[in-house]
């Protein structure tokens, strides 16, 4: 399956972006499509992550009750609604999937990177 992530932008501080991930080819239930970022400097991290047959869905302490991952099967595609945002969620946001749990959130057990989509939050 191929990813691909957009919907970045430059928003002020507060402000909300949606981020959407599209995938080509067939989703199984047992796949976990996850949201990561890269900020300067810094190494990427996990953000969020959804099992598209479950549902169930984990996020990173930093984002949580501010930020909202979600699925539409018709489409293909997963969403990160990120709300309140903040200078410290600027990065490059990529997606990329899973055969396992959404649990998982080291970015080295993830496969079929997207491309990144730049989120600049400015205060």
């Known amino acids: 399956v191929q990813l691909q992530a957009s919907g970045g932008g430059s928003v002020q501080a507060g402000g909300s972006l949606r981020l959407s991930c599209t995938a080509s080819?067939?989703?199984?239930?047992?796949?976990?499509l996850g949201w990561f970022r890269r900020a300067p400097g810094k190494e990427r991290e996990f953000v969020a992550s959804m099992n598209w047959g479950s549902r169930s869905t984990n996020y990173v302490r930093t984002v949580e009750g501010r930020f909202t991952i979600s699925r539409d099967t018709a489409k293909n595609t997963v969403y990160l609604e990120m709300n309140s945002l903040k200078p410290e969620d600027t990065a490059v946001y990529y997606c990329?999937?899973?055969?396992?749990?959404?649990?998982?959130?080291?970015?080295?057990?993830?496969?079929?990177w997207g491309q990144g989509t730049q989120v600049t939050v400015s205060s």
């Open positions: 990329a999937s899973i055969t396992g749990s959404p649990y998982i959130t080291s970015p080295r057990d993830y496969r079929n």
């Open positions: 080819g067939r989703i199984y239930s047992s796949t976990s």
